[in-house]
């Protein structure tokens, strides 16, 4: 009988889902493993051959921990909110849940016909009902919680200590809430209807679609992630991540520390209205005229009262890692979207700076930051005091300042800032030279490029010659004892913004107060726990056309968005949560998945937490897994969870591309050129680098290139010199056309042969390029592992009569036994590409043996089985097991049997090999040496030469200098 992967696969996946073979037990054993991978989102266009690597990985541990008496939780589920299905149902017009059920359908299928050993009783998805009641349950957690920065923990709002000169509690407490509500510039995408993060944005436009983003304000949800930035950060270190993950989570947060300074500007706007060019000469010193004596008062009060927490409307509060640079602080630079822009602009500038603001207001924080970019800005008219030395210094707005990090405000220093250096020579502002190399006896100017280094103070008062560290600590104290500025500790972590323009996405658990004319108070209160959980209402339409920052849930039936309670009128919130939210806690509800009184039990939770292996995409590495690692902290300072990291260990399997492609390239004579004198783009296009001259780009079918060294290079060309081509693996995409359907390859080749194939292409992190003929090399060897111990020529399954119970001999066993070893470190290492190469040395030695022990046989196919399970299950079938092999021990390897009783000796003379000797094992070098004089073709080499030296390595190596 032939291996046919059409016939066997069906029939043990059928096997295994009717005699629930992978569900878990409630409670695990002695030993357990929590495997879990990144679920991913049902899009229609199903799964793509990059999608399995890391779910046939996560597979394979658990398979094998399973034959090593280990209990496994391994589930699946959806994180079906979001934008794709709200776009496709717009091009469709097919309900988001219809469209959503029907993807999720197909990628069930999809992984079933892999052979995934997944408990499919806890399936769950992000849009279930009984789902998403729990992640509103954790809003209203996270709604009704503050954060205590004195035991670092989040508390109860109702714990939240009051000052007595608060008038309005609600409003204080509403400014300590994780969960708030603010007036936040975001990116606007009318094509796509939705507000885009940061990350989604690339030159003004949506990544997805590559429509026109504009920057708008919305009332948004945040989240105060930053609260917990100082615990996301430490926590990093006990767990068992890269360091490479670990390193873009703390650049992420980006701690540092440094002082937070007031710059006083007054309490009324600055009138001086004046031409740029001339404001260094009437406008500084009129306006600091005009408020000497309010700025008197202000320092006097600022004395006894000290830093306030909030700044008033008579300061521009900035933060400065660089306090030490006061002193040269020249201008001062506000974002476009500060609060502050209208109050600052003069009349004579406002047609200059609402021009610029428009302008800004197209562009990504990832565009404006950009170092290399020239510096653009425009003077607001107005100024602002240096407090160290009651200097007026103008007020600026560049784009090059974000609103989201500091206090969207900054002294420019540009003696020792590159970007500000850039800025004022940009528009002649002035440049003061602050510090000096440590090096440097004498002055050292700045005029070529601003020093950023630590140093040595000058033109900075009585601060003059102190070195720079201790120069911030001193200026800081002082600004501190004055009551203009404080200590401070800042994050590039910015806090989360949580809400979405969306139809297809969690209603907020959420009521406003409303007055006569249904207008926001500003008052809100949550719904009860037993409210939940809130769903979109079933009456409300689905609108395709929807292109407006107004939400969709706007247009809910009005018995579904307005409520009463206490005699006052109230409006739902209609705003939706970002598919986000759902992916935060799902590793916690697939211990639980059925309970409709709790999150997750305690006694389950404890049991089965941490995540012991987590596997997914590096593109992950920051915002998922800093976002649920927030949450998770939460939920540990309410005791809900009992450990403080969601995920001990976390692997970031890498890309598979689509098949490396082959582009030559002609001029327009025809003649080929070599890829070596071409300027190639990303889209392949080639141009002569020597002129610019756009090349003719040919596509190339493998069978016209050959490998050369490290290129490829045409064949069968006229060309008397090599021509290399260009050769290139893109990402899968259906724009390019290289996507790889795993439909496809199971009908061809086999599920098997696809697991198999995607973890031999080489190590599980590496990125890869996708080959067909891989798959077929690998289709092979199954093919040679069933003929080693099935008949092929009977017609019924039936052992090939080779496989016989006998004793193996010596060799044998050591074979079998160095592949049980090797296999068995390769998985736990999850270093699978070597474990399958172990596997076909196995076959390779055993295919040539005439007579093979059956419990060889036997102990190969469990090694064999958490890679290629369904073949592993006929052929255990076939050895004559009527039970499924998924609980049998795990193979032990015997390491007196691996030990070697005799080895093959190379023999040199001269240092080039001659002969091979077998001597044992345990041979010291007088037997090396007798054994290697005794072989006849030595023997003869050596007659009537001088042995001038010998050099033996037992074990190794026998080599004779002679001459």
């Known amino acids: 009988m032939k291996y046919n992967p059409a016939l066997i696969e069906p029939k043990w996946q059928t096997y295994w889902e009717t005699n629930k073979i992978f569900e878990t037990p409630r409670l695990p054993g002695n030993k357990k493993m929590y495997v879990l991978d990144m679920f991913p989102y049902p899009s229609a266009n199903g799964l793509h051959v990059g999608h399995p690597e890391g779910y046939t990985a996560t597979d394979i541990v658990c398979r094998f921990e399973r034959m090593n008496e280990t209990t496994v939780l391994h589930p699946m589920g959806w994180d079906a909110f979001g934008l794709p299905a709200e776009q496709q149902a717009k091009k469709t017009g097919i309900p988001p849940r219809t469209i959503t059920e029907t993807n999720i359908s197909n990628f069930r299928r999809q992984l079933k016909m892999l052979g995934f050993s997944y408990d499919w009783s806890r399936e769950v998805a992000t849009t279930d009902i009984q789902y998403f009641r729990w992640t509103q349950y954790i809003f209203l957690l996270l709604y009704n919680t503050w954060f205590d920065s004195d035991e670092q923990r989040g508390r109860p709002i109702s714990e939240l200590p009051i000052p007595d000169d608060v008038t309005d509690i609600d409003v204080y407490k509403n400014e300590h809430r994780l969960a708030y509500q603010v007036e936040a510039p975001v990116n606007w995408c009318p094509a796509l209807g939705t507000v885009l993060a940061n990350e989604e944005v690339i030159q003004g436009r949506s990544e997805r679609g590559n429509h026109p983003v504009v920057r708008m304000p919305l009332r948004q949800w945040m989240l105060r992630i930053t609260a917990y930035a100082d615990r996301l950060e430490s926590d990093l270190e006990g767990l068992d991540w890269s360091e490479g993950i670990k390193a873009l989570q703390r650049n992420w947060i980006g701690r540092s520390t440094g002082a937070e300074v007031d710059f006083f500007i007054g309490t009324e706007k600055a009138n001086t209205d004046i031409e740029e060019t001339n404001f260094r000469i009437n406008g500084p010193k009129s306006w600091r005229q005009s408020v000497e004596e309010e700025y008197s008062t202000w320092k006097q009060n600022r004395q006894q009262s000290g830093f306030p927490n909030k700044s008033g409307n008579d300061v521009?509060?900035?933060?400065?890692?660089?306090?030490?640079?006061?002193?040269?602080?020249?201008?001062?630079?506000?974002?476009?979207?500060?609060?502050?822009?209208?109050?600052?602009?003069?009349?004579?500038?406002?047609?200059?700076?609402?021009?610029?603001?428009?302008?800004?207001?197209?562009?990504?924080?990832?565009?404006?930051?950009?170092?290399?970019?020239?510096?653009?800005?425009?003077?607001?008219?107005?100024?602002?005091?240096?407090?160290?030395?009651?200097?007026?210094?103008?007020?600026?707005?560049?784009?090059?300042?974000?609103?989201?990090?500091?206090?969207?405000?900054?002294?420019?220093?540009?003696?020792?800032?590159?970007?500000?250096?850039?800025?004022?020579?940009?528009?002649?502002?002035?440049i003061i030279q602050v510090v000096r190399s440590v090096d440097s006896a004498a002055h050292i100017g700045v005029d070529f490029?601003?020093?950023?280094?630590?140093?040595?103070?000058?033109?900075?008062?009585?601060?003059?010659?102190?070195?720079?560290?201790?120069?911030?600590?001193?200026?800081?104290?002082?600004?501190?004892?004055?009551?203009?500025?404080?200590?401070?500790?800042?994050?590039?972590?910015?806090?989360?913004?949580?809400?979405?323009?969306?139809?297809?996405?969690?209603?907020?658990?959420?009521?406003?107060?409303?007055?006569?004319?249904n207008?926001?108070?500003?008052?809100?209160?949550?719904?009860?726990?037993?409210?939940?959980?809130?769903?979109?209402?079933?009456?409300?339409?689905?609108?395709?056309?929807?292109?407006?920052?107004?939400?969709?849930l706007e247009q809910a039936p009005a018995n579904w968005l307005f409520v009463k309670r206490n005699g006052k009128r109230y409006k739902r919130e209609t705003n939706t949560m970002p598919q986000w939210a759902g992916s935060c806690w799902y590793y916690l509800r697939f211990i639980d998945p059925k309970n409709n009184t709790m999150l997750v039990d305690p006694q389950l939770e404890k049991a089965w937490m941490p995540v012991d292996l987590y596997v997914g995409g590096a593109e992950h590495a920051v915002l998922h897994l800093l976002y649920a690692r927030f949450w998770h902290k939460v939920l540990y300072d309410y005791g809900i969870v009992s450990q403080p990291e969601p995920f001990q260990k976390l692997v970031n399997q890498g890309m598979i591309l689509g098949e490396t492609e082959f582009t030559g390239f002609r001029d327009s004579n025809g003649n080929?050129?070599?890829?070596?004198?071409?300027?190639?783009?990303?889209?392949?296009?080639?141009?002569?680098?020597?002129?610019?001259?756009?090349?003719?780009?040919?596509?190339?079918?493998?069978?016209?290139?050959?490998?050369?060294?490290?290129?490829?290079?045409?064949?069968?060309?006229?060309?008397?010199?090599?021509?290399?081509?260009?050769?290139?693996?893109?990402?899968?995409?259906?724009?390019?056309?290289?996507?790889?359907?795993?439909?496809?390859?199971?009908?061809?080749?086999?599920?098997?042969?696809?697991?198999?194939?995607?973890?031999?292409?080489?190590?599980?992190?590496?990125?890869?390029?996708?080959?067909?003929?891989?798959?077929?090399?690998?289709?092979?060897?199954?093919?040679?592992?069933?003929?080693?111990?099935?008949?092929?020529?009977?017609?019924?399954?039936?052992?090939?009569?080779?496989?016989?119970?006998?004793?193996?001999?010596?060799?044998?066993?050591?074979?079998?036994?160095?592949?049980?070893k090797?296999?068995?470190?390769?998985?736990?290492?999850?270093?699978?590409?070597?474990?399958?190469?172990?596997?076909?040395?196995?076959?390779?030695?055993?295919?040539?043996?005439?007579?093979?022990?059956?419990?060889?046989?036997?102990?190969?196919?469990?090694?064999?089985?958490?890679?290629?399970?369904?073949?592993?299950?006929?052929?255990?079938?076939?050895?004559?097991?009527?039970?499924?092999?998924?609980?049998?021990?795990?193979?032990?390897?015997?390491?007196?049997?691996?030990?070697?009783?005799?080895?093959?000796?190379?023999?040199?003379?001269?240092?080039?090999?001659?002969?091979?000797?077998?001597?044992?094992?345990?041979?010291?070098?007088?037997?090396?040496?007798?054994?290697?004089?005794?072989?006849?073709?030595i023997a003869e080499l050596l007659t009537n030469k001088i042995l001038v030296k010998k050099i033996i390595i037992c074990g190794k190596m026998v080599n004779f200098v002679v001459k």
Not at 452 to 472: D, H, I, R
Not at 789 to 809: G, H, R, W, Y
Not at 833 to 860: D, G, H
């Open 316 to 430: 521009l509060r900035i933060y400065t890692t660089r306090p030490d640079t006061l002193f040269g602080a020249t201008y001062m630079v506000i974002a476009p979207e500060h609060p502050f822009v209208k109050r600052f602009t003069t009349d004579a500038q406002q047609e200059s700076v609402e021009k610029y603001c428009e302008q800004a207001a197209s562009k990504s924080d990832l565009d404006r930051t950009d170092l290399a970019k020239e510096k653009t800005g425009v003077f607001t008219g107005s100024y602002a005091l240096n407090p160290v030395n009651n200097e007026p210094i103008p007020i600026w707005v560049a784009d090059y300042v974000l609103s989201s990090y500091g206090t969207g405000a900054i002294m420019a220093v540009p003696a020792h800032d590159t970007r500000d250096f850039e800025f004022a020579k940009q528009f002649q502002l002035p």
């Open 449 to 517: 490029e601003a020093f950023t280094e630590p140093g040595v103070a000058l033109n900075s008062g009585t601060y003059n010659g102190v070195m720079t560290a201790e120069f911030k600590e001193r200026i800081t104290d002082d600004l501190s004892n004055t009551g203009i500025g404080r200590k401070a500790v800042n994050y590039k972590l910015r806090d989360w913004l949580f809400s979405r323009q969306h139809f297809w996405g969690e209603p907020f658990p959420i009521l406003h107060e409303i007055d006569a004319d």
């Open 519 to 552: 207008k926001r108070t500003g008052k809100t209160i949550p719904l009860e726990p037993s409210e939940l959980p809130l769903d979109i209402p079933k009456d409300l339409k689905f609108d395709a056309k929807h292109n407006s920052p107004e939400p969709p």
């Open 672 to 820: 080929w050129i070599s890829a070596t004198r071409v300027t190639v783009d990303r889209d392949g296009i080639g141009t002569l680098k020597s002129d610019g001259t756009k090349l003719d780009s040919v596509k190339l079918d493998a069978k016209q290139v050959t490998k050369k060294g490290e290129h490829f290079v045409l064949i069968n060309t006229d060309d008397s010199n090599e021509i290399q081509v260009d050769s290139r693996a893109n990402k899968m995409s259906k724009s390019r056309g290289n996507v790889v359907n795993p439909d496809e390859v199971v009908e061809n080749y086999g599920a098997d042969a696809l697991r198999l194939y995607e973890m031999f292409m080489g190590p599980l992190e590496s990125v890869k390029p996708w080959s067909m003929d891989g798959v077929h090399g690998v289709r092979g060897f199954l093919e040679r592992a069933w003929k080693m111990i099935v008949s092929v020529t009977s017609e019924q399954p039936k052992l090939e009569p080779a496989v016989q119970n006998i004793t193996p001999t010596a060799e044998q066993k050591r074979i079998l036994h160095k592949t049980i």
């Open 822 to 937: 090797s296999v068995t470190e390769d998985i736990r290492n999850m270093s699978f590409n070597t474990a399958i190469a172990r596997m076909m040395e196995f076959t390779n030695f055993f295919l040539k043996k005439q007579v093979r022990p059956k419990s060889a046989m036997e102990q190969f196919t469990l090694l064999l089985s958490p890679f290629a399970p369904h073949i592993a299950e006929e052929l255990w079938q076939i050895l004559g097991h009527s039970k499924t092999l998924t609980y049998e021990s795990w193979p032990v390897y015997d390491e007196s049997a691996i030990r070697e009783t005799t080895l093959e000796i190379p023999v040199s003379i001269n240092g080039k090999l001659r002969s091979k000797i077998l001597v044992p094992a345990n041979a010291d070098e007088n037997t090396l040496e007798q054994h290697a004089l005794s072989d006849t073709k």
